[in-house]
């Protein structure tokens, strides 16, 4: 657990976790990483919901939970399509969660029109005000065009912004 939070805004002044074993280490920035695994949550549900191979729950391409069609849905990294699945990685669980906001909304009707993924590409900073962008696949599968790669400081500010523009 954490020490101390300040819950105005993003601030956060924590100086050392808390462990589960009452260790506590000191630290200048925390890094968090959820991981590529299935939640802890998709665990409680076998035998409830289906289930792939590796833990996550199975969907349809409307993201609607297989056998609960109209009343369950799943998205992110607990979720995997059946007839298309996607990376777990942090775009496809953004667009997924805009997607199914329409849809419970009722701004679009869950059969109207499947869920899409559309490749943003792949980003990193690497540190050292570098950084890094490969578009080699951007857009929607099948259909995929290829922008040019780049690195260095344009590369950082391109993941800067991209991340910033994130913030609520």
């Not at 590529?36 to 409307?62: H, K, M, Q, S």
């Not at 906001?101 to 009707?109: D, E, I, P, Q, R």
Request: include cysteine.
């Amino acid at each position: 657990g954490v020490e101390e939070y300040d819950g105005d805004g993003f601030r956060f002044k924590a100086k050392r976790a808390a462990l589960s074993d009452g260790t506590k280490l000191p630290f200048g920035t925390m890094v968090w990483s959820a991981g590529l695994a299935p939640v802890n949550f998709t665990n409680d549900v076998e035998g409830v919901l289906p289930r792939a191979p590796n833990g996550r729950i199975i969907t349809d391409e409307y993201l609607r939970v297989k056998g609960h069609e109209g009343s369950i849905w799943a998205i992110g990294d607990a979720a995997v399509c059946d007839t298309e699945p996607h990376a777990q990685l942090a775009q496809v669980a953004r667009q997924q969660g805009i997607y199914l906001a329409g849809v419970l909304s009722g701004k679009k009707k869950e059969d109207e029109k499947p869920f899409k993924f559309f490749n943003l590409g792949s980003m990193a900073s690497l540190g050292e005000m570098k950084g890094i962008y490969d578009g080699s696949q951007v857009g929607i599968k099948g259909q995929e065009v290829s922008v040019p790669a780049t690195k260095g400081l344009f590369a950082l500010l391109m993941w800067r912004f991209a991340y910033w523009g994130r913030q609520t």
